[in-house]
């Protein structure tokens, strides 16, 4: 597939997220020049490389790679083509590839990348929300509590939130975005580029009820679109919004989930969190 060698280094390279006529020509013939592929799980990209008739030596590289792995993996680059894949996308979206590419930048190593397919910027281009900004989140927390803490945080982003999410634990994020973030527009997409492929849409609240006993199966990537531009706040809706956070918050933690929620001061809310106390 390629009449040259590339040089020595360490390539970061996209691969199919489902369909795999998604693999680019310049991907298949980095694949094919490599010495060695670096891979999450090598069942899923040997059903990849078989696909495309090419057998190469792989070795893992994931969560649990130490600095050691790592170490040895950096001996090789000086003088072999070293590919790094994910199981399916962009490798370093939401996997540890970034410290081996950190690794190999310190040691002067030559780095190169082949782009491709992602979930999420192809979820973000589907949904019909605004992508002149957006922010990727990776996966939400599992707890509760966490999973609230970071919808607060990013909640009050002025972009689009991009999160990857699975079939089982869809209900329960949706559950808590809509109680985080109210009536925002979002998309549920689904096995993207596969033959089931499907894009979902609507406001948080519908979703949730929609996937509240109905757990979809497959990869899924959840967008939601910004905060609503309502104008000013009413103070009854703030009072309201406060009474909802008390019933679970301290009185602090409640004035930032409020203030974050609506754009405002915390220590304004504050004060109004003690006045609606006495």
């Given at each position: ?62 969560d649990h790679s130490s600095a050691a792995d790592r170490d040895r993996i950096l001996a090789r680059l000086a003088s072999e083509v070293v590919v790094l894949v994910s199981d399916a996308g962009t490798p370093l979206i939401s996997d540890p590839g970034y410290k081996l ?178």
């Amino acid at each position: 597939m390629t009449s040259q060698s590339p040089t020595p280094g360490l390539y970061i390279v996209a691969t199919p997220i489902g369909n795999l006529s998604d693999l680019s020509p310049r991907a298949a013939s980095m694949l094919e020049a490599a010495d060695l592929i670096l891979v999450e799980d090598s069942r899923v990209t040997g059903k990849l490389l078989s696909h495309l008739g090419i057998r190469k030596a792989m070795q893992p590289y994931h969560d649990h790679s130490s600095a050691a792995d790592r170490d040895r993996i950096l001996a090789r680059l000086a003088s072999e083509v070293v590919v790094l894949v994910s199981d399916a996308g962009t490798p370093l979206i939401s996997d540890p590839g970034y410290k081996l590419v950190a690794a190999a930048r310190q040691a002067g190593a030559n780095v190169g990348a082949v782009p491709g397919p992602s979930a999420a910027i192809m979820a973000l281009t589907l949904s019909g929300l605004p992508t002149d900004r957006f922010l990727f989140g990776g996966f939400l927390p599992t707890k509760e509590k966490a999973r609230r803490d970071v919808l607060d945080e990013l909640g009050a982003v002025q972009a689009t939130l991009v999160f990857y999410e699975s079939g089982p634990r869809l209900a329960k994020s949706l559950s808590a975005a809509a109680d985080a973030l109210g009536d925002r527009p979002a998309a549920v997409t689904r096995e993207l580029t596969k033959l089931y492929e499907e894009v979902a849409t609507g406001s948080l609240p519908d979703l949730a009820a929609r996937y509240a006993d109905a757990p979809p199966k497959g990869e899924i990537t959840l967008v939601i679109g910004p905060p609503l531009d309502d104008g000013p706040p009413d103070d009854a809706a703030i009072d309201e919004a406060i009474r909802d956070a008390l019933a679970t918050e301290s009185p602090s933690r409640a004035a930032k989930i409020v203030a974050d929620r609506f754009g405002l001061k915390k220590n304004d809310i504050y004060a109004r969190v003690q006045e609606l106390k006495s």
